[in-house]
């Protein structure tokens, strides 16, 4: 069935609260770098729970505590990202 | 190619960890759990790897999600990155409840999610159908509408 309004909401709000853990309370402070819609998963009672957070870092050659190398989907990347590939703030996830 | 997670995990020695000790199955258990996982399994695949769904004896499932394998990083620095994963915790966070390495492949166990994604739910197959028959509906009434305030018209 469609998802309602209050349902889309609730998806939307859980979905910030989750990043906004990962942002602000996280030491050290996770960048997701790819939120997408496939990206969030829902339980039995449509509760939003944001996945693949932290994977960005693992897969990059290299790594190190500061990641800038742009990643994500086409189509959800920020069109910003096109001129300056480079992540630096959490911006990067809105 | 199809790579079968019992020939992966078989040749070599997998080191298992689980976070915050809370999963009631040792770790034998999940192992064997692990092998039996192949392509019948599958739920899904993305950019960071394929996802399995592990259903252990108990009826419980778990997602796996089998790591393309990062050649250059080093497991000790993988495995220190996941350590730090699996510290957090929230509501609104698919919780990993572990990992398991071995040299051939990179498995991490999140639980699972029965009502899959945002994505399916929003531009699935019959949210296209409803929207569709929805819209039809909304046209024929229009139509029918610009019909009798016509016929009264005239």
């Not at chain 2, 258990?29 to 259903?55: C, F, H, M, N, Q």
């Not at chain 2, 778990?62 to 993988?78: E, H, L, N, T």
């Not at chain 2, 819209?135 to 509408?145: A, G, K, L, V």
Request: net charge neutral.
């Amino acid at each position: 069935m469609p998802l309602n309004w209050q349902a889309r909401i609730r998806i939307a709000i859980g979905t910030a609260r989750g990043l906004a853990y990962l942002h602000h309370d996280c030491c050290p402070r996770i960048i997701h770098r790819d939120i997408k819609s496939s990206n969030i998963l829902l339980d039995q009672n449509l509760e939003p729970h944001v996945s693949d957070f932290g994977l960005a870092k693992l897969l990059e050659e290299n790594a190190s505590h500061v990641t800038t190398i742009v990643a994500g989907t086409f189509g959800y990347l920020a069109p910003g990202k096109f001129h300056i590939p480079y992540t630096t703030s959490p911006c990067r996830n809105l | 190619m199809v790579c079968f997670l019992n020939d992966l995990l078989g040749q070599a020695e997998a080191k298992l960890v689980v976070f915050h000790g809370d999963l009631p199955y040792t770790s034998m258990a999940i192992l064997k759990g692990l092998e039996k996982l192949g392509e019948k399994d599958v739920i899904g695949s993305g950019g960071y790897g394929t996802v399995y769904r592990l259903i252990m004896d108990d009826g419980v499932s778990f997602a796996v999600k089998r790591i393309a394998v990062c050649g250059s990083s080093s497991d000790r620095a993988f495995e220190g990155e996941l350590e730090i994963l699996g510290c957090f915790k929230h509501r609104n966070l698919v919780n990993l409840r572990g990992f398991c390495n071995s040299p051939l492949a990179k498995l991490l166990i999140y639980d699972y999610l029965p009502n899959g994604n945002l994505d399916e739910k929003l531009h699935g197959e019959w949210s296209l159908v409803f929207y569709i028959i929805k819209n039809c509906f909304f046209i024929i009434t229009f139509i029918i509408h610009l019909m009798v305030v016509g016929s009264l018209l005239v």
